[in-house]
């Protein structure tokens, strides 16, 4: 946990936003079996929905690209005080087209959420912190997306159900004030402005000798894991309640559960990042997954034993290992870059995850129909992390106990020098 009283109330704002980013990044999962029978969807148009509604966290580049120039504060305040509304109107905007117009709006935004928090965490917590702050923020996070289906249970004996839950998410206008008053701007962003490092560096420093194959990889990496995660993630409570029969409260309930022990992922994956680095974490996190995955999707209706049975440890191993993997790449994308090129970097990956998402949806929409059913698309896609752990070793050096200063120091003299 951070050491001082200042980077202390920074980063708690910090985890607060990070749980209201994992409730309104799991509501459309949360909510999409409710989703598909509003709008009369099967396997291969809801997927395709998801797709068409990723397509719209390309946007989240742009904002980020702008937080490297004008500050983190600034762009994260203006972010909050947009999805407030975005969340209103996805709770009353009538007919799928207009929802998903919405909805490409808000993964814009949502995306920035998850763009910029982690860069502000990396900038404020002390070197031997910064994993385990990621791993606490991730917890955060993990208790928002929870949060979410259990907002979708509680509301769905009401007159339009799901759409309830979107509505608490407006309730982020709430958080602007207090933010706005008790958020200060990142001290490393403060010294490399003042310096002029913010005005010379340009996305293209970001493929110079010294960063160019740590941008690849982590635009690769940024690719591949969102689209294993949206692949097979998505459809925790839609598998088991049209494929298996279950009632939404069940599926629900698995979900739940299986989050709960996901909550120890992420400090887990805080600490041994801290204990071993980051590369071992990641490599050893993500192979699992694959395993957990094949599980959840092989439980069948004619289960020897209650489907839920097979399904609880399933979910409970695939959410457990994501959230572990997660805090290892985290800290790495935002750890190997300067801090005047830090956020553009993260909004550069945020573009790959968009795409990793959206390639998720579209491949499961196409794999769906080509092998037969959503069990055999989501196997294939978790076969993407074991591609994504050979691209992490090849391209990303260890960055447990880099200091921040080190990359600034290395950006500044290439950039005075030009």
């Keep these: 946990m951070p050491q001082t009283p200042d980077s202390r109330q920074s980063f708690l704002l910090l985890a607060g936003l990070m749980g209201y ?3 309104v990044d799991a509501l459309n999962s949360a909510a999409a079996p409710f989703m598909a029978r509003e709008f009369g969807l099967d396997d291969v148009e809801i997927t395709r929905t998801f797709g068409w509604m990723s397509v719209g966290a390309i946007g989240t580049y742009a904002l980020a690209r702008w937080a490297d120039h004008t500050g983190r504060r600034r762009v994260l305040l203006w972010t909050v005080l947009l999805l407030g509304p975005l969340c209103l109107a996805s709770a009353v905007v009538p007919g799928l087209t207009a929802f998903v117009g919405v909805q490409v709006g808000l993964w814009a935004l949502k995306g920035l959420l998850i763009v910029l928090v982690p860069v502000m965490i990396t900038e404020v917590l002390p070197t031997t912190e910064r994993a385990k702050g990621q791993g606490w923020a991730g917890f955060a996070g993990s208790l928002g997306a929870g949060l979410s289906f259990v907002s979708i249970a509680l509301v769905e004996p009401l007159p339009g159900n799901w759409r309830w839950a979107w509505a608490l998410g407006g309730l982020a206008l709430l958080a602007v004030i207090p933010l706005r008053r008790r958020l200060p701007e990142s001290q490393h962003f403060e010294a490399v402005s003042e310096r002029g490092d913010t005005e010379r560096a340009r996305v293209r420093d970001l493929f110079s000798p010294r960063y160019r194959k740590r941008t690849l990889g982590a635009l690769a990496i940024g690719f591949l894991v969102p689209m294993v995660v949206a692949g097979t993630q998505s459809w925790f409570v839609y598998y088991p309640v049209q494929h298996l029969g279950l009632e939404p ?51 069948h209706a004619d289960f020897p034993i209650h489907p839920a049975l097979g399904l609880a440890p399933a979910v409970a191993g695939m959410t457990l290992l994501s959230s572990a993997c997660a805090v290892p790449m985290r800290a790495t994308l935002t750890e190997l870059f300067p801090t005047a090129l830090r956020a553009t970097l993260s909004g550069g990956a945020a573009i790959a995850m968009a795409l990793g998402t ?3 949806y579209f491949a499961s929409s196409a794999l769906s129909a080509w092998l037969g059913g959503l069990p055999a698309a989501a196997s294939v896609l978790g076969l993407g992390l074991p591609l994504a752990v050979a691209f992490f070793l090849f391209f990303l050096p260890e960055t447990r106990g880099l200091e921040l200063h080190e990359e600034d120091e290395a950006l500044h003299r290439e950039t005075g020098e030009k």
Excluded: K, Q
């Design 21 to 23: 980013w994992g409730f």
């Design 249 to 299: 409260f069940v599926a629900t309930l698995i979900v739940l559960g299986g989050g709960g022990v996901s909550l120890v992922g992420f400090p887990l994956g805080g600490y041994l990042s801290e204990r071993f680095g980051r590369r071992p974490t990641f490599s050893v996190t993500a192979t699992l997954y694959v395993f957990a995955n094949y599980a959840f999707y092989h439980v």
């Design 358 to 360: 959206a390639v998720a």
